[in-house]
């Protein structure tokens, strides 16, 4: 369904009324939520890219919780999300050792 799309509902049952009004309002959070994570992921991988290791340390924790929450959630699903911190991790290790070196 189309973002924003008003939602058709063919019964005039009360439940299905709540359940389509519950949907609606589960979406905009949903949609919300898979933005906040997108958007940290992405201002990781921007640090990660600039070979900033002092901004991707500080970004490393909120995008490791955000994807946590949305695999919980079920915003993402479980396994992607760990494959999404397992790169992003993976990518930080390595632009940490190569600090260090």
Known sequence: MAQGAPTKVK???????KRAA???V?????RADRTRVRSAIKRMRTALAAKD???????LGPTMSALDRAGAKGILPRNTANRYKS???VSYNHLRGSAKA
Request: hydrophobic share 35%; aromatic share 0%; net charge positive.
């Open 53 to 59: 290791a002092k901004a991707a340390s500080e970004l």
């Open 11 to 17: 019964k005039r049952k009360k439940s299905v009324l």
């Open 26 to 30: 589960r979406g905009d959070r949903n």
């Open 22 to 24: 519950q949907a609606l």
């Open 87 to 89: 790169r992003l991790t």
